[in-house]
C-alpha cells in the first residue's frame, strides 16, 4: 500500500469520527430539532399574508423598500417566522462598508453598490 492510499484512509477515518461526534453535540441535536419544526410547519401552517406600501426594512448593510405588494411570513421556529416572501414593487440599496469587497463588486458588476429594483423578495432570516 503506498504512501498516498494510507493517508486517504486515515483522512477517512477521521472525518468519519469527526462526523459521528458532531452528530451528538447539543449544536447539532437542536438542529435537527428545529429543522424538524420546520418539516411540520411546511406541512401544518399556511403562514400569514399582508398587503405591504411604503414598508421599509433595513438589516445590516441593506435596506428593503416594499413600495407595494404582498408578503408572506412563512416556515416558523420557536414562535417566529424565518422565511418573507414578497410579491409586488421594490426597491433593495446594499452599501458595501469595506474598500476590498466594494472593489470586488465593481470588478463584477462595474458598480461598487447595490441599487436595484424587484418584483420578487425572498428573503430568510
Known sequence: MN?????RSLLAVV???????????RFFKEFKKNYAILDQDLLNNPGEV?????????????????????MAL?????????????????????????HLERQALFTASKDSSVEQDFQ???IRM
Request: aromatic share 12%; net charge positive.
Open 15 to 25: 472525518f468519519l469520527t469527526g462526523l459521528c461526534s458532531a452528530s451528538d453535540s
Open 74 to 98: 412563512l416556515r416558523y421556529v420557536n414562535g417566529r417566522p424565518t422565511t418573507a416572501i414578497f410579491v409586488g414593487q421594490g426597491h433593495v440599496s446594499i452599501q458595501v462598508p469595506s
Open 120 to 122: 420578487t423578495c425572498f
Open 3 to 7: 504512501t498516498r492510499a494510507i493517508l
Open 50 to 70: 399582508a398587503d405591504i406600501k411604503d414598508f421599509t426594512y433595513t438589516k445590516d448593510i441593506a435596506t428593503f423598500t416594499f413600495i407595494s405588494g404582498r
